[in-house]
């Protein structure tokens, strides 16, 4: 699955567990609430292969899965840029000291589960937005390549 695929099949899952919260009146933090990965896995075991295996994308105590990605990650599955001849799909724009990165298929992708930024309540608070793909609009880039 492409990355641009994956963020469009997310929304749109997004999208559908939200309206329904709507539809149950519930607030701005009942909502946040309702994202908690224990919850996530119970009631939406759909909305993260992960949740299959109750595993979690992050080692964190606490992980609310409300963004899911991070307003911060930059894709485009054409490339965004060339490094030391090496393709690069994906980077932090924030350049997270606990972002690191691994090689699939010869090509170069950010790796942030040691990064715990869009999981915890307060940034979910501060950027939140019903409309996921509103949160994530400076996710899809375009190639420097």
């Not at 559908?16 to 075991?45: C, R």
């Not at 170069?108 to 869009?118: A, G, I, N, T």
């Not at 409309?131 to 994530?136: D, G, L, S």
Request: with cysteine; net charge neutral; proline share 3%.
């Amino acid at each position: 699955m492409s990355y641009f695929s994956w963020f469009v099949e997310h929304d749109q899952k997004h999208h559908h567990i939200i309206q329904k919260l709507k539809e149950q009146g519930l607030s701005q933090n009942e909502i946040i609430h309702y994202f908690i990965f224990e919850n996530m896995v119970e009631k939406e075991p759909d909305f993260c292969l992960l949740y299959t295996n109750k595993q979690k994308c992050h080692n964190l105590k606490y992980l609310n899965c409300y963004m899911c990605a991070c307003p911060y990650f930059r894709f485009n599955d054409e490339g965004i840029e060339e490094k030391e001849g090496v393709l690069v799909k994906s980077l932090c724009s924030i350049n997270s000291k606990k972002a690191s990165r691994f090689m699939y298929e010869g090509v170069e992708h950010l790796d942030c589960s040691k990064c715990s930024v869009p999981h915890t309540k307060a940034f979910i608070q501060k950027h939140f937005d019903e409309a996921w793909h509103k949160i994530m609009k400076d996710c899809v880039t375009f190639p420097k390549v």
